[in-house]
């Protein structure tokens, strides 16, 4: 069944030359719970921790589709509150397969140091209520974390992360949940593992680019996200390629080429509804292999193993 709307949407896809809408989503947790403003948590530590204030950055935001193309959606800072529902529209884009998500954590050096002044007030790098800003010369809060621990709570913690040194990118394969006009890259984000390393049970005040803020930012670019959706395009291995031609192709009568020893493999072959219409077992070691279509339309081909699939092309029958 995976498979089957995998191919449904990678068709839907294809056979748009629309741009569509992708949708950034971020599930606010802590191992597991969801994230609520003065809700006790315990950390990996075995102490208590309640968060009354996350504010971050995300900057240089690129999306990876297509077979490995990187898109990067220009002037674009998000101001993200994690004691908030976060859904944010990132653009319209001719993206048909969404396979990865990169950003950075804070604002990027080249607009780090600007007037917050100069921006629209509704601009999430203009002058914010709580501040974001540290100064010009330090430039933005990339991370405001707050809350309480110890006894009975009575102890408060804060750690304002900033620093051009401490700007550090984050990758995340990802795929994208199709729905009407657009995609939902689905991510989620651990807050319980901002505490690795960070020991705030005695309280903290820690307003820098060094120590546990540092630590902080560390461990928010390599430790908090990851996404709930599977990549909806599998890169081709590295040794394998699959070269249809001619696509278009008029009479309906394609061959299809492979690189690398797939004998045992399977290619399949959908329909715009998603119907397997053909299925051929690779055997022999053959390196082509003739297919014959009777029908216009889009088709989806698809080249698996015993994992799943490795390879996808669309191919054209006119």
């Known amino acids: 069944m995976r498979t089957l709307i995998l191919v449904v949407c990678t068709l839907i896809g294809m056979t748009s030359v ?6 950034l989503t971020i599930d606010h947790q802590f191992d597991g719970q969801a994230l609520v403003a003065n809700t006790t948590y315990t950390t990996a530590d075995g102490y208590d ?54 950003f950075g954590i804070g604002v990027d050096e080249d607009h780090n140091h600007l007037d917050p002044a100069t921006w629209p007030s509704d601009h999430p790098l203009a002058y914010q209520s709580p501040s974001m800003h540290w100064g010009w010369s330090s430039g933005y809060r990339f991370v405001a974390l707050e809350g309480n621990t110890g006894s009975n709570m009575v102890l408060v913690y804060e750690i304002h992360a900033l ?30 593992n901002c505490f690795q390393n960070v020991d705030v049970s005695g309280g903290l005040t820690e307003h820098s680019d060094q120590n546990e803020a540092a630590d902080l930012l560390d461990n928010m670019s390599s430790n908090v996200f990851s996404s709930s959706a599977a990549p909806t395009s599998i890169e081709s291995l590295a040794s394998t390629e699959m070269l249809i031609a001619p696509n278009p192709t008029v009479d309906g009568e394609v061959n299809i080429r492979f690189t690398g020893d797939l004998s045992g493999n399977w290619l399949d072959v959908y329909d715009i509804t998603g119907r397997k219409v053909q299925q051929h077992q690779l055997i022999n070691s053959s390196n082509n292999l003739q297919v014959s279509l009777d029908r216009a339309g889009i088709y989806l081909v698809s080249l698996r193993n015993a994992d799943g699939i490795i390879h996808t092309a669309r191919l054209v029958v006119r």
């Open 18 to 23: 629309a741009q569509v809408d992708i949708i």
């Open 49 to 102: 921790v309640d968060i009354d204030r996350l504010e971050y950055y995300l900057s240089e935001i690129k999306i990876t589709h297509d077979g490995g193309q990187v898109t990067l959606v220009e002037d674009t800072w998000l101001l993200v509150d994690a004691l908030n529902a976060t859904s944010i529209n990132l653009g319209a884009f001719n993206i048909y397969s969404v396979e990865a998500i990169e």
């Open 163 to 192: 620093g051009d040194q401490n700007y550090h990118y984050e990758v995340i394969e990802s795929g994208a949940n199709a729905t009407s006009g657009a995609y939902i890259i689905p991510l989620v984000a651990n807050y319980a």
